[in-house]
């Protein structure tokens, strides 16, 4: 193959003879490059559309991860809150549990408990032999139900306690307006209710009272609770307090030397009304005591006799 070079500069020309080997590599150059670029071309093509797949995947990943992380945190936000609102609960509970406590306590002293059978400042008394073991997993819907199943034996057992309260205050209540016992500290009787001498005139008489002698400036008590309705000077009873009690009784303390208490004053059983002494129609120091029931004047020994409920 002869090939003829012209030289555009000179105006002349040359021709160059191409053996077999040298055909061959100018085909495969003019050949192979056309080729090669098409290939080189292709490959790109390839690898930018890798690339391109590639970075579609990576922000696909990049946006669920995000989702993710913002799912996370959401739920993070709901435990926190339940969290919160459990342990609201909680301490709730807690100062429930407090109450009960102090009422338990209020309820011991209330009905006359021996010490230490209900302590509540201790933790209950419980044993046994030990068991096999076994491992429970709670979750938080678990320990919602668990607190508000707590929560509903606590109304129980406050609402039992309330009404155990209410029958005690009054039993308390009867207790306290129950006429019983003498109407001093310290003393004797000196002159019984029903007819006797009078002591000024020695003519037979009847006494509406019983007499009780003591020291002068001594308590004279309440026999029962109530509510004091007068006190001053009256004839023949000198100085006197007089206290109803409901029910229609009303008790009357003569012979004071001073009264502790004014009308209107509420007073409790075995509380001290006034002193001793030995005012209006008396030969010494002494309390006439006298029981009315619905306004008549009934004997006093009965009520003197009797124990607490």
């Given amino acids: ?7 555009r500069k000179h105006g002349g020309s040359r021709s160059v ?13 003019c050949l192979g490059l056309p080729l090669g670029l098409v290939a080189g071309g292709y490959l790109l093509g390839q690898e930018s559309e890798a690339n391109s797949m590639r970075g579609l995947a990576l922000d696909s990943l990049q946006d669920e991860l995000e989702q993710q992380q913002k799912e996370l945190a959401e739920l993070q936000t709901q435990a926190e809150r339940k969290m919160q609102a459990m342990t609201l609960n909680l301490a709730q509970l807690q100062a429930r549990m407090t109450r009960l406590d102090a009422l338990g306590q209020h309820l011991t002293a209330m009905a006359d408990l021996e010490e230490g059978e209900f302590d509540f400042s201790r933790p209950p008394a419980i044993g046994g032999p030990i068991g096999a073991e076994f491992n429970v997993e709670y ?3 678990d320990l ?12 129980d057992r406050e609402q039992q306690l309330e ?7 009054n039993r308390k209540l009867e207790e306290q307006s129950w006429l019983s016992g003498r109407p001093i500290e310290k003393g004797w009787i ?15 008489a009847f006494h509406h009272g019983i007499d009780f002698a003591g020291k002068e400036g001594t308590n004279v008590i309440a026999v029962a609770s109530g509510v004091v309705t007068y006190t001053g000077s009256r004839s023949g009873y000198g100085e006197m307090v007089e206290i109803s009690h409901g029910d229609g009784f009303v008790t009357r303390y003569s012979h004071n030397k001073e009264s502790l208490v004014k009308p209107g004053d509420v007073v409790r059983k ?7 002494g030995s005012t209006g129609r008396s030969t010494g120091a002494h309390v006439h005591y006298e029981v009315f029931k619905h306004g008549r004047s009934v004997d006093p020994s009965s009520y003197v006799r009797r124990t607490r409920r």
Avoid: H
């Fill in 144 to 155: 919602s139900a668990e607190l508000g199943l707590f929560e509903a034996r606590l109304t």
């Fill in 190 to 204: 000196s002159s019984y209710y029903g007819k006797r001498n009078d002591p000024f005139t020695g003519k037979p």
């Fill in 270 to 276: 075995g509380q001290a009304i006034a002193l001793m």
């Fill in 163 to 169: 009404i155990l309260e209410t029958l005690l205050a």
């Fill in 17 to 29: 003879e191409l053996g077999r080997w040298s055909r061959a590599l100018l085909s495969l150059c």
């Fill in 1 to 7: 193959m002869k090939v003829i070079l012209i030289s």
């Fill in 139 to 141: 979750d938080t819907a």
